[in-house]
């Protein structure tokens, strides 16, 4: 019984991990893609080499990212930076030169995460972000982190067409989300309207358990 859950659970990162590096990756490289399109249309081949250049490395970043995740590794892009820089550095990547603009805002310091939220939280802001580059057809993104004693708060916010949250027909992005905060034992809240953009907020509370 409890080896079947193993492998059920087993089976659910490996749906989640693949999605949040594959799906989201794919979601990067198109947005550059049609950016190097526009560019050439308009005769400006150098800013279409740009363009080119990111999707190419966005590619090569997301197929080493699901190799990793079927190896059950640490993301690469966590090699190097805590999560915040490494989720800066994505979404600049995959936003620069397009219509959506993108800003940080990070009140406090980052404490010492444990790793797996590091790897949570990466992946809730990218999957934020795809949705917003997906559906969201909005003018900015922000990503705004809060730390204190307490714990932290991430927002992950768009100003762009919002949708109806229905309770059960989220897609692997939303429904992953979720089971990455509740992992935590964190709060995820989500507040979009017609018209005025989507927000998405995630609450750990630091506690003794988690600083280990
Ligand atoms: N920022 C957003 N702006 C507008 N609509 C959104 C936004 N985020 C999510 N949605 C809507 O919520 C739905 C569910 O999102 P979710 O990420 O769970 O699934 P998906 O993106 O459709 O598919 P998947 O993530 O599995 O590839 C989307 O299909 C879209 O209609
Ligand atoms: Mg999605």
């Known amino acids: 019984q409890s080896q079947q859950a193993a492998v059920v659970e087993e089976r659910n990162r490996m749906a989640r991990d693949i999605h949040d590096t594959l799906a989201q990756g794919f ?22 080499d740009k363009h080119l250049h990111r999707a190419a490395g966005l590619a090569r ?18 090699e190097r930076d805590n999560f915040w820089d490494a989720l800066k550095g994505i979404i600049k990547n995959t936003t620069a030169g397009t219509a959506l603009h993108a800003t940080f805002e990070l009140r406090g310091k980052l404490p010492e995460f444990p790793r797996i939220w590091q790897e949570n939280l990466l992946h809730i ?11 969201a057809d909005a003018r900015n993104f922000r990503a705004r982190l809060t730390c204190n004693g307490k714990g932290v708060r ?21 429904t992953g989300m ?6 935590m034992s964190g709060q995820l809240e989500i507040t979009s309207e017609r018209g005025k953009g989507t927000n998405i907020v995630v609450t750990l509370p630091l506690n003794q358990e988690s600083k280990s």
């Open 61 to 78: 970043q997301s197929l080493s990212e699901a190799r990793r995740s079927v190896h059950a590794l640490r993301p690469d892009a966590l």
């Open 178 to 183: 979720r089971e990455r905060v509740e992992q």
């Open 27 to 48: 979601t990067g490289v198109i947005i550059q893609l049609e950016a190097a399109e526009d560019a050439t249309s308009c005769g400006q081949q150098a800013e279409a």
């Open 154 to 174: 991430l927002e992950l916010r768009d100003d762009g067409a919002g949708f109806e949250l229905k309770d059960r027909n989220d897609g692997l992005g939303l």
């Open 125 to 135: 802001g990218q999957e934020a972000l795809t949705n917003t580059l997906k559906y």
